[in-house]
């Protein structure tokens, strides 16, 4: 142990933000215990790797850091989805490539980290459980934070293996998911991401029963919880966004929600493709739905809507014409940010033993004429920005911003989407501060970004 008596825990949290929320937990748990992080494995008592097991690259990444951890330390724990991940013959991956690991766990298991923690090194004698503010301990900037409403999907989209390794969706109970959303807005949080699997699915496992929040009584179900969640981010004039929302007939009721301002008007809308045969194929939830109806409406209610979304180019048996239909898709649905990936197989899914398999130069050479096309609307719909007056919060903004800082519009989700490049503030009195909002007119688009002057 180290010096100074209190046990110190390295942490690495690879993957998706429903991976570091899961991280989030653990840290906020061995806090609350007494336990202090270490930056270095070599200054740590014992290292803890949260990892992604969702496609190759990410295993190889987990795996490696783990084999650094062991290299460096000797001491480790694995938790996150690589933990829930079979190797060959059908034993525990994570065990047949570092036997030496200390215990190995899979995602969404804070009592089973801690409890392995505890079994390796001693909780310390005395706790500062008053030390841990009431939302826990956050691994995003202090202006931001990610809540996450339900674990686990209903689907069985065929490229994917999530729900083999997280199971199937459980709603979190909506008085909690409340409380924390209020205890992130009073600790200071100014933009709360609203994170799961299937955000649309949201208490379709408890057939949208009834919970309370502050007394009152509120059902499980999307559109009370982003209801009740813009009320609560109104008094702090905070951001509330939502990811992974499948476009089903019931989202439309939010759609006035946004157009009243109570939440922002975006909306990540995970559709992979367009074509009703490839979707079928993906076996994808509201694949029977007509999407671009769906999306042409909601511009209707909300203008200023802002839709990001992500593809898959060359799934098994794509045709041309199949894959033109994607691309017709693209432009007249006006995507404002599209991603893109070229299909890569993910062992253990079902949609490896589809017919059809394209060569993985054509599935690169599509995703290229994706993405091109995907930046010639992105393009355009940014330009038409230009001269815009925006509200934008700050993320960086050395010296008070005198030089300017990096901030983002409601249009741009952190990590994901673009930035607002902020120039210096027309007015010398005026200062910029991070995690705070400020409105800046838009003088130009630079690829994905705004450029824009405060004011
Ligand atoms: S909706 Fe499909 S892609 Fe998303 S987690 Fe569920 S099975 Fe995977």
């Known amino acids: 142990m180290n010096d100074l008596a209190t046990p110190k825990v390295g942490f690495v949290s690879l993957g998706c933000p429903k991976a570091l929320t899961d991280s989030e937990l653990i840290l906020t748990q061995l806090s609350a215990e007494g336990y202090a992080t270490s930056k270095t494995f070599a200054g740590a008592d014992l290292v803890i790797v949260n990892t992604c097991g969702f496609i190759d690259d990410a295993v190889r990444e987990s795996l490696d850091t783990i084999g650094e951890a062991l290299a460096e330390n000797g001491k480790v724990i694995v938790t996150g989805c690589l933990g829930a991940k079979a190797g060959e013959g059908g034993g525990n991956l994570v065990k047949q490539m570092h036997p030496s690991v200390l215990a190995v766990t899979g995602p969404h298991a804070t009592q089973e980290v801690m409890d392995a923690v505890h079994l390796h090194l001693p909780k310390p004698h005395d706790p500062f459980v008053d030390l841990v503010p009431a939302f826990g301990i956050k691994l995003t900037p202090k202006h931001y934070a990610y809540l996450k409403i339900s674990e686990g999907c209903n689907h069985r989209c065929s490229f994917c293996i999530i729900p083999s390794m997280r199971g199937d969706l459980v709603s979190r109970p909506i008085g909690d998911v409340l ?37 009152k009584p509120v059902k499980t179900r999307m559109f009370d919880l982003v209801q009740q969640l813009g009320e609560l981010a ?17 989202v439309d009721e939010l759609l006035p929600l946004m157009a009243e301002g109570l939440v922002l008007p975006y909306l990540d809308v995970p559709l992979q493709h367009a074509h009703p045969d490839v979707l079928k194929r993906m076996k994808r939830p509201a694949s029977g739905e007509r999407n671009l109806e769906r999306l042409q409406a909601w511009r209707a209610v909300c203008p200023d809507i802002v839709v990001r979304s992500t593809f898959i180019a060359g799934f098994p048996g794509e045709t041309e014409a199949e894959f033109q239909y994607l691309l017709d898709f693209l432009r007249e649905a ?41 930046e010639e609307v992105s393009a355009a719909k940014l330009a038409r920005r230009v001269g815009q007056n925006l509200q934008v919060l700050v993320d960086s903004a050395p010296m008070l911003g005198k030089k300017g800082g990096v901030g983002r519009s409601y249009a741009d989700a952190p990590e994901i989407d673009g930035t607002v490049k902020l120039l210096p503030p027309e007015k010398a009195s005026k200062q910029l501060k991070v995690g705070e909002f400020t409105r800046a007119r838009v003088v130009a688009a630079e690829g994905h970004d705004l450029v824009a002057v405060p004011v």
């Open 179 to 215: 409380k924390e959303a209020r205890a992130l807005f009073e600790g200071g949080v100014k933009e709360l991401l609203v994170i799961s699997q299937d955000t649309s699915a949201y208490g379709v496992d408890v057939k949208y029963r009834t919970g309370f929040f502050d007394g």
């Open 234 to 250: 109104k008094p702090f004039g905070a951001w509330v966004r939502l990811h992974y929302v499948y476009p089903y007939p019931h």
């Open 334 to 374: 006006e995507i404002d940010r599209a991603g893109c990936f070229a299909y890569s197989p993910v062992e253990g899914a079902s949609a490896n033993a589809l017919d059809g398999a394209l060569p993985q130069e054509l599935r690169e050479e599509r995703r290229a004429r994706f993405m091109a096309v995907a």
